[in-house]
């Protein structure tokens, strides 16, 4: 397990021009977000649904990963399996930037793939349309398929890996979140040394918890936390 754990959220992304659902004000684009991104809007409008990420997944395409993303990438490629990437952002931006997908824990999904609504397989598609992966339908069991995201209200199993790295992790870095799907107060109180990277202070986080706060964009602080990282592991 990792003694170091970088958990992101969607203002890292932010600087990669990806809309974070702050400011987009419950809407993005023209969709509304409780419409396409609930538990039961597969069931209610599933055209609406599958098209909401079908342009998700095609934006994406044309989004290059930031200084952030690569910069984690150089730490990862140094420090191995000391570093833990957990994520909430559903892109692909770290593995752009060279991460393999293997060592990134997102948390909510991961866009570039689709599930199984039966057997639960899981198939890569890349920028494809659902319905340009065999017709949208799984080639094992021939169920549905579906968007591999977590939606609002549905139970996201990936939280399980989350509280196992957190139970090894000593030095916590928390980039661009505000802390209020997840809160990361608990986690700051529990790592030996932690920093905060946010634009700005959020009502959900307790930033004295913190053993260093650094309210910036994250490219400007990266840098910063990655000597800290080395500094820590050397
Ligand atoms: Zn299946």
Redesign the pocket.
Known sequence: MAKVVIFSGAGLSAESGLKTFRDSGGLWEEYDVNVVCNHDSLEKNEALTLEFYDKRRRELEFKAPNFVHRKIFEIKEEHGSSVAIITQNVDNLFEKAGIDNEDVIHLHGFMPEVR??????VFDIAYKKIEEFKGGI?P????KLRPNIVFFGESAPMYEKLSQELSDCEFLVVIGTSGEVISVNGMAKAAKYSILNNLEESESIDDTLFSKVLYRKATAAIDEIAEKIDEYLK
């Open positions: 199984c609504r039966s057997c639960e397989g799984c094992n069991c021939s169920s």
